[in-house]
């Protein structure tokens, strides 16, 4: 017999999921303050470099906020001079094959750690935000809990239930990283998007719990989900990076041509080549991750309508996204199509898991309309 | 990456610069061959793979033959403009048509032409020594030096055997070079799983492919609807519906039974909103491997398929199959039994078809709906409140005349063309529409006959399938991932140590790594590798210590400083300048 439903679980965790979009509404609100203030910071550290050295190059170049690299136009000259020169100019040089490129000829008007790490240096909205987006998390791993408890399964069923177990790992997986890296540039887009999606679940997908239909009664339901959710919160971090990616490297192109800097908040996203690299490093573990996806969704739909590929309109927007991550993978190892190209792929692929978690779930007919609208 | 994808990355410039030059030339051979070089080219691979995406596409925009084929019929009509154009196009057969398998053929060639040269060079690669040492190890994009004190007493032949014995441990492949000489060095090399990952990645995709061509070729899938007590026997008249593979031949069939015993359905009665949503379906069935086979008693279930006789049996579908006796006007049972009628609304609304073939005189028909749970509003139309049997109920209308089943042409069991019928029973005649509860007996007008409602049964819808690529399909699938993580997580690195004695006696010793392909973590494997070289000769090397903790160091950064270090003014061994770097293979 199936297991009973608890109905005031379920209201505890709607309760837990507005109240997670609010502390996540007030992080947002302190990444937003944070990108404002330290690009204020900058302006004013480039000003006084400006003022000191008197030269516009030691100013653009002028260490601010992070990676540790020391004020002072002794530095900042030998930073431009480092890049210009090549091999010395380690620090935005990967070790391997992509070294070299032309375009990142001038990482002049860079701030921000290439590496990524963090810097002594303490931005305080920053962590206000991150310690808020901590809360926020904490709230709404509640919320999904109690909405597994209350179904008594897991809790991803239907698109209410995708929505806000999806926004929980994203913010999970975000700050999984910040542990190891200093992504909180990324902060205002992961979070806002969070909202976005609980609030869009609230709205516009309510469903309260209930049992799962009988075509999702199986255990590859947790295995194939699961991953599929793990692998979508990790593009959605790599197509953050993509996007900046190629702002900045439009950014730098101009600065380096001694165009005005218009994007100063820029400057606390490191370089083009550090954010395609570590976009890449997310990617390859999204693929494989989105890999087992496909292998397990076939295996599943083997099992429930006998035969392991059929084209369904999900199982095509599962394999399109696999083969357009496949081609960003190709495109790195392929001359010129690393760079700006790749990041043009990486988000396409983005965009179409998007369109496969909306779009695809809501209009289109097929064997996967089960998704509880 | 490998030697050919090097060559490809070069190539683009001198094959343009023979083609505009020398193309009135190029014979057919040399024709071939240019083609065959721009196919396997990763540039035509890229290509390949997008497009195959974007070609995907169309087939989640109109509605596939293979699956639904009525609909495609449906759209066509309904789209008269250009539903016929789709269909030239073969845009309702994307993943067969012509152009779709034009694009994957094309990349499953560019793929063995890319695997195949690769894997030979690969192998040799394997069997060779790692290259020689570069003269200046210091262009090396990781690079160091330690130096070794006189007091050690560790000449520079010994301290790069003891070198080589560290890399070895280490997991290279090690070749020491002149260990007698002035300046010994080695050249070790590690990582060959990467590469050899990839190609089995990508030969595992053929795999895949040719896994799915066998089960289209030697496979079969059919339906069946079985009433409960109804038992299905595997044999080609067994089927209600039967698609075979190209290769099939009804002898596959191996003639086993399947009995349906019992259905259950169990339906939603607590979470709000979603009453009488099913959430367990439950088919109890007796099966036999061939006719003489002992019963087995087994439970078939959505996503709990039956396996039997090298196919599967899945349920796919169920509802209710009212049981009704008919009399004719003659007064004989016509017709006894269920009747499978069709869902068509919400909490079991369905339809059925009646057709009495055998009445006499004059052959009946009936066409009408079935409610579970029948509700009749004010306006007096009906509707089903509930999935479960409350209120059954049966709402017919009748017809007489000459049903058209003995001419012998296939007629649909859920249609009745009632065109050349005449009308006994329906709402706007006077005799009015039948409608029949468990148990009622309905008495046709002007003596054509009787209709009773006796009983509901439960009926299941059984896909059957047999795929005998599928499970190679896996097998091929596991080894693709396998090969993906193994080439996206082995580093495949080169080390080369050259040792020297100063004047002073001391030992200087400087090492440069390289890697091939994307890899992150060089600098932290300098980072280890100065340290065992360290330990292994006993010199204090702060330096080494403070960034091997770190040992997911990005070679970006201030990190990479710590192996630059010329700590020790050991420049006075760097060989004579001369102007060949370092055979950079990126
Ligand atoms: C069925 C189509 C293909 C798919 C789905 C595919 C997929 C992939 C993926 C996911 C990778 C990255 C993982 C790895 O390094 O193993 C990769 C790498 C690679 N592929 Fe393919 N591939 C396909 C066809 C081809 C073809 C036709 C070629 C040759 C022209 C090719 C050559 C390569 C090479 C050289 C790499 C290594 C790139 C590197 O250095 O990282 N692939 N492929």
């Given amino acids: 017999m199936p297991f009973a439903i608890n109905e005031t679980m379920g209201q505890y965790s709607e309760l837990l999921m507005l109240l997670a979009a609010g502390t996540y509404t007030v992080a947002f609100i302190a990444f937003a303050w944070d990108l404002a203030k330290s690009s204020r910071a900058l302006r004013a550290v480039d000003l006084k470099a400006a003022e000191a050295a008197g030269t516009k190059v030691a100013a653009m170049a002028g260490a601010g906020a992070s990676a540790g690299a020391s004020a002072g136009s002794a530095a900042a000259a030998n930073r431009v001079e480092s890049h210009l020169a090549g091999p010395v100019g380690r620090a935005e040089r990967p070790s391997s094959s992509v070294a070299k490129r032309g375009d990142e000829g001038s990482g002049a008007g860079q701030t921000a750690g290439a590496d990524m790490r963090y810097a002594a240096e303490r931005r305080v909205p920053a962590r206000v935000a991150v310690a808020l987006t901590v809360l926020g998390v904490l709230i709404h791993a509640a919320g999904v809990i109690t909405r597994a408890v209350g179904a008594g399964r897991v809790p991803w069923g239907n698109m209410y239930e995708f929505l806000t177990t999806g926004a929980f790992v994203a913010v999970a997986v975000f700050l999984l990283v910040l542990i190891r890296r200093d992504l909180r540039f990324l902060g205002t887009f992961v979070v806002g998007l969070a909202i976005i999606m609980l609030v869009a679940a609230s709205v516009a997908y309510w469903t309260p719990v209930g049992h799962l239909v009988p075509a999702l009664q199986s255990y590859w339901l947790i295995i194939h989900v699961s991953i599929a959710v793990l692998s979508s919160a990790l593009f959605t971090l790599t197509f953050a990076m993509s996007a900046l990616q190629l702002v900045q490297s439009h950014r730098q192109k101009t600065v380096a041509a001694g165009g005005a800097d218009k994007l100063g908040f820029m400057r606390l996203v490191p370089s083009a080549l550090s954010l395609e690299n570590l976009s890449y490093r997310i990617n390859a573990i999204a693929f494989i991750g989105w890999t087992f996806t496909l292998m397990f969704g076939a295996i599943w739909a083997e099992k429930a309508w006998g035969r392991f590929w059929g084209w369904d309109t999900k199982e095509v927007w599962t394999f399109v996204i696999w083969v357009v991550y496949a081609g960003y993978l190709h495109a790195r190892a392929t001359r010129g199509w690393t760079g700006t190209r790749a990041a043009w792929l990486s988000i396409v692929g983005y965009l179409c898991v998007v369109f496969n978690f909306t779009i695809v779930n809501q209009f289109f007919n097929g064997l996967h309309s089960y998704s509880g609208l | ?586």
Avoid at chain 2, 93 to 113: N, R, T
Avoid at chain 2, 440 to 457: A, E, M, R, W
Wanted: net charge negative; aromatic share 8%.
């Fill in chain 2, 1 to 586: 990456m490998s030697e050919r994808v090097k060559a490809n990355k070069k190539s683009p410039a001198p094959v343009a610069a023979a083609k505009t030059e020398a193309l009135p030339v190029l014979g057919p051979v040399e024709m071939l061959r240019w083609a065959w070089t721009q196919l396997t080219s990763m540039r035509t691979a890229l290509f390949l793979l997008l497009l195959l995406a974007v070609a995907a596409v169309p087939g989640s925009l109109f509605p596939q033959r293979p699956a639904n084929p009525s609909i495609v019929t449906q759209y066509i009509k309904d789209n008269p403009d250009y539903g016929k154009l789709l269909d030239t196009l073969q845009l309702y057969d994307v993943y067969s048509s012509a152009w779709f398998s034009a694009i994957y053929i094309l990349l499953f060639i560019s793929l063995i032409g890319c695997v195949v040269p690769r894997a030979i060079a690969h192998y040799r690669a394997m069997r060779s020594q790692p290259p020689r040492t570069p003269k200046r190890l210091s262009r090396l994009p990781e690079y160091g030096t330690l130096v070794v004190p006189a007091d050690a007493g560790l000449p520079a032949s010994d301290a790069i055997r003891s070198a080589a014995g560290v890399l070895r441990k280490r997991g290279y492949r090690v070749e020491v070079r002149d260990d007698d000489g002035a300046r010994p060095s080695l050249g070790a090399e590690r990582g060959f799983a990467k590469e050899v990952g990839n190609l089995v990645f990508h030969t595992s995709l053929i795999g895949v492919l040719v896994s799915v061509a066998v089960g289209g070729l030697f496979g079969y899938s059919g339906q069946r609807i079985l009433v409960e007590g109804d038992t299905f026997v595997n044999t080609l008249v067994g089927y209600d519906q039967f698609t075979p593979g190209t290769n099939f031949q009804s002898s596959q069939l191996q003639p086993y039974s399947i009995q349906l015993d019992k259905f259950d359905v169990t339906f939603d009665r607590e979470s709000r909103g979603k009453i009488g949503q099913p959430i367990d379906f439950n088919a109890e069935v007796t099966t036999r491997e061939t006719p003489d086979s002992p019963a087995k008693q087994e439970i078939l279930k959505v996503n709990e398929p039956v396996n039997l006789g090298g196919t599967s049996i899945y349920l796919t579908g169920n509802g209710y199959a009212p049981v009704v006796t008919i009399r004719d006007g003659a007064g004989n049972v016509a017709m006894q039994g269920p009747v499978v009628a069709k869902l068509q609304g919400e909490n079991y609304y369905s339809s059925l078809v009646i057709k009495v073939p055998d009445a006499r005189p004059e052959q009946l028909g009936f066409v009408g709906f079935f409610l579970p749970t029948a509700f009749i509003t004010d306006e007096g139309v009906s509707f089903s409140g509930d999935p479960d049997l409350f209120n059954p109920q049966l709402t017919l209308n009748s017809y007489f005349g000459d049903l058209g089943l003995d001419a012998g042409a296939p007629q649909n069991v859920f249609e009745l063309d009632v065109s050349d019928l005449t009308p006994l029973n329906a709402r706007n005649l006077d005799a009015g529409g039948i409608t029949l509860a468990p148990g009622g007996t309905y008495t046709l007008p002007d003596g054509k006959g009787s209709i009773s409602f006796d009983s509901v049964k439960r009926y299941v819808g059984v896909d059957i399938h047999h795929n005998p690529g599928q499970l190679y399909a896996l097998i091929f699938a596991l080894l693709a991932v396998g090969g993906l993580i193994v080439s996206l997580y082995v580093n495949r690195r080169r080390v080369w140590v050259r040792t020297g004695s100063h004047q002073d006696g001391r030992t200087m010793v400087e090492y440069g790594l390289l890697a091939r392909g994307e890899d992150h973590r060089l600098a932290a494997e300098a980072a280890v590798i100065r340290k065992l070289l360290s330990e292994e000769w006993q010199i204090e090397d702060s330096v080494s210590g403070e960034s091997s903790d770190d040992s997911d160091s990005d070679s970006t950064g201030t990190q990479q400083t710590p192996s630059r270090q010329d700590d020790n003014g050991a420049d006075s061994l760097t060989s004579p300048a001369g102007p060949t770097g370092p055979k950079k293979d990126q």
